[in-house]
C-alpha cells in the first residue's frame, strides 16, 4: 500500500485525481458566456473583475466537486480496472476522508460563489450540483451517461450567462447544447478503452452497449450536432466573419479528431481526448473574443 498524502501534498495528490487542467475544457465556453451576456447588457465585454473572478470560482469549484466524488463514488471500480487502479484513491495515494473533505469543501465554496453572484444564481445550483453529481451514477444504468457528462459541461456557458443577467435567455441555450454534444462525442471516444471492462464489470457505456465502430458513429454523429448547434448560436448572437471562422476552426479540428480513432486503433485516443479538445474550447473562444473586438 502506498504512503497516503497528507498536507500540502495531499493537496496537490487531489488536484492531480481531479484532472484541475481539465477545467480548460468548460472555461472558454463559460467565458464566452459571461462575453456574450456582457455586450447582450450594455456592460460591453468585460462585466467586471468581482463577476469574473465569482464566474470562475463557481465553476472551477463545481467541476472540482464532481470529479471528486466521481473518483468516490468509483474507487473500489476503478480498483479493478487496470486502466485506473492507479488512481489515487484505490492507489493508497490519498485517503477516503481526504478525499471526502476536499469534495466537501469545494461543494461549500461553489454554493458561496453563486450565493454572491445573483438570487437566480443560487436558485439554480442546486440543480448544476444534481446533474455534475449525478453523472457517476448513471453509468450504472444507462449507455447514454456520456449526455449527462455533457449536459454537466453544457451547464458552463448558460451558468455564467445567468451570473452576468440574472435570468436565462435563449440566446445562449444553443451555445450549452453545442457543448453538451462536443462533450459527448469526445466521452464516447474515451469510453473506448473501457469497452471490455465496462461489460465485465456491468457498467453501461455506448462502446459496451453497441461496439466500438458503432459508437464512433454515434460520436461522429454528436460532433455534428455540435457544430451545427455552434453555428446557430453564433447567428443568434449576431456575430460576425470571426465568429463563422471559429466555427469552420472547431469543424476542423473535430474531423480531425475523429479521423485518429479507429474501432481497432485506440493508440491515438489520448490526443484526441486530451489536445485537441483543449485547443477546440480556447480556439472558439479566441474566435469569439476577436469577432467582438473588431466590430466594437
Known amino acids: 500500500m502506498a504512503t497516503q498524502a497528507r498536507g500540502l501534498h495531499g493537496f496537490r495528490v487531489f488536484l492531480e485525481m481531479i484532472k484541475i487542467e481539465h477545467s480548460l475544457f468548460a472555461l472558454p465556453f463559460a467565458m464566452v458566456g459571461m462575453m456574450w451576456a456582457s455586450r447582450v447588457s450594455g456592460l460591453g465585454l468585460w462585466p467586471g473583475w ?5 464566474i470562475v470560482l463557481a465553476m472551477v469549484s463545481c467541476r472540482s466537486a464532481a470529479m471528486a466524488w466521481n473518483r468516490i463514488a468509483d474507487r473500489d471500480i476503478d480498483a479493478l480496472n487496470p486502466r485506473t487502479k492507479i488512481r489515487a484513491i484505490p492507489a ?12 466537501y469543501g469545494s461543494v461549500v465554496v461553489f454554493l458561496f460563489a453563486a450565493a454572491l453572484l445573483n438570487p437566480l444564481s443560487l436558485m439554480l445550483a442546486p440543480v448544476a450540483l444534481l446533474v455534475t453529481l449525478g453523472y457517476s451514477m448513471t453509468k450504472r444504468f444507462t449507455p447514454l451517461c456520456h449526455y449527462v457528462l455533457g449536459l454537466g459541461l453544457g451547464i458552463a456557458p448558460a451558468a455564467a450567462w445567468v451570473a452576468v443577467r440574472g435570468s436565462l435567455n435563449w440566446e445562449v441555450v444553443a451555445l450549452s447544447g453545442a457543448v453538451l454534444f462536443w462533450t459527448a462525442g469526445f466521452d464516447i471516444i474515451y469510453a473506448l478503452q473501457d469497452e471490455e471492462f465496462d461489460s465485465e464489470a456491468g457498467l453501461r457505456s455506448l462502446p459496451q452497449t453497441l461496439g466500438k465502430a458503432r ?3 454515434v460520436s461522429r ?13 453564433v447567428w443568434l448572437i449576431g456575430a460576425g466573419v470571426f465568429g463563422w471562422l471559429g466555427v469552420l476552426f ?3 479540428l473535430l474531423i480531425y479528431e475523429q479521423s485518429l480513432v479507429k474501432p481497432n486503433d485506440l493508440s491515438r485516443v489520448n490526443l484526441a481526448f486530451f489536445t ?7 480556439g472558439i473562444f479566441l474566435f469569439l473574443l476577436v469577432d467582438w473586438l473588431v466590430r466594437r
Do not use: D, K, Q
Request: glycine fraction near 12%; hydrophobic fraction near 60%; charged fraction near 5%.
Open 276 to 282: 485537441l479538445n483543449g485547443f477546440v474550447s480556447i
Open 221 to 233: 454523429g454528436s460532433h455534428t450536432v455540435a457544430i451545427g448547434l455552434l453555428a446557430l448560436s
Open 250 to 252: 472547431a469543424a476542423g
Open 50 to 54: 468581482r463577476i469574473f473572478s465569482l
Open 215 to 217: 459508437a464512433l458513429v
Open 92 to 103: 493508497g495515494l490519498l485517503s477516503l476522508r481526504t478525499a471526502n473533505l476536499y469534495f
